[in-house]
């Protein structure tokens, strides 16, 4: 079935360090796949996506590849803040199911 | 400004009360969701709707019931029959019925019962 898989938490670094958080996923069609954004107590923001193969979402000095070959989507950030300390979740859909996949999230925790 | 509110942010509620927790979009999408949330792990399907007056079971439908009478509002019943009811819920919206484009999400209620 369809799913997404990421790597567990919580990642800890310290400030202007490179993050990676991996995503694969398994799907049956063609997927889109985002990464979200969730900060303590408050509901999910989109990050960035990408709809199609080798496609680059970008927002915010974050960006992930649509990677076909190895069915992954990993998050990168080259120089990480103390502001971007959340909880990130990869997700999936697949066109025409409406049905949307999110991995389990990965805390970020990023110290001054 | 456009979006998703939900109402209340923190409701408490006694064993066996039915509660009803309110989510209401202005962004003229035509699918909802509601998700349920537990402390350290991912987003769980409750129910999902394409169109008014449709809607579907996710994976954990069995004690929670939804309505989906206007466009713009999809509220959830948490019933006596959810065992464990406690959790953060999350409702969601996009603006095709396909599910091809991203979900917008509301603050989330974060439910207790007592």
Not at chain 1, 84 to 109: E, M, P, Q, R
Request: net charge neutral; with cysteine.
């Amino acid at each position: 079935g369809d799913s997404v898989t990421q790597m567990e938490g919580p990642v800890t670094l310290s400030e202007e360090a490179f993050l990676t958080i991996n995503c694969t996923y398994t799907a049956t069609g063609y997927p889109s796949l985002f990464w979200y954004v969730q900060y303590p107590g408050e509901g999910l923001q989109l990050l960035l996506k990408a709809t199609k193969a080798d496609d680059k979402g970008s927002n915010k000095g974050f960006e992930a590849t649509y990677r076909k070959e190895t069915t992954s989507f990993h998050l990168e950030k080259g120089s990480v803040q103390v502001s971007d300390s959340a909880v990130y979740f990869c997700a999936l859909t697949i066109y025409n199911f409406n049905k949307f996949y999110f991995g389990s999230g990965t805390k970020l925790n990023v110290k001054p | 400004d456009g979006g998703i509110t939900q109402s209340p942010k923190y409701l408490f509620r006694k064993e066996g009360q039915n509660v009803t927790l309110s989510c209401e979009q202005n962004l003229n999408h035509d699918a909802m969701y509601w998700y349920r949330q537990d402390p350290g792990q991912g987003l769980r399907l409750i129910y999902y709707s394409q169109i008014v007056n449709d809607f579907q079971k996710g994976d954990i439908a069995e004690g929670y019931s939804v309505s989906r009478e206007k466009k713009e509002s999809f509220p959830l019943t948490v019933t006596s029959a959810q065992k464990n009811p406690t959790a953060f819920y999350l409702c969601a919206s996009s603006i095709d019925r396909q599910g091809k484009t991203e979900q917008f999400f509301g603050p989330g209620t974060r439910l207790t019962v007592l």
